[in-house]
């Protein structure tokens, strides 16, 4: 059996995780900005957040994208380790 895709597999989800951990800052400012235009344009479902939530909002979200951004991280180069030592 081929190691060929499985260790594309997992290194793409090794890359995924490295850079979600290395933007998670940009990714939760942008991430705050999308959903607070939505939540301008349509009060009437959600109010906008205030400036303080704003604030929380961004902090929740970057430690989010840190965390699964390590989980991906972390487990792929558990399963890279494992296909690389399969028979």
Not at 54 to 83: C, E, H, P, Y
Request: aromatic content about 14%; overall charge positive; charged content about 10%.
């Amino acid at each position: 059996m081929s190691k060929t895709f499985p260790i594309i597999q997992w290194g793409c989800n090794a890359g995924l995780g490295a850079s979600l951990l290395y933007w998670a800052s940009q990714l939760s400012v942008r991430y705050n900005a999308w959903t607070t235009s939505l939540r301008e344009r349509y009060p009437y479902v959600n109010k906008p957040p205030t400036p303080q939530m704003q604030d929380l909002n961004t902090k929740i979200m970057m430690w989010l994208f840190r965390v699964v951004g390590a989980l991906f991280f972390l487990l792929s180069i558990v399963a890279l380790i494992g296909v690389l030592n399969s028979r």
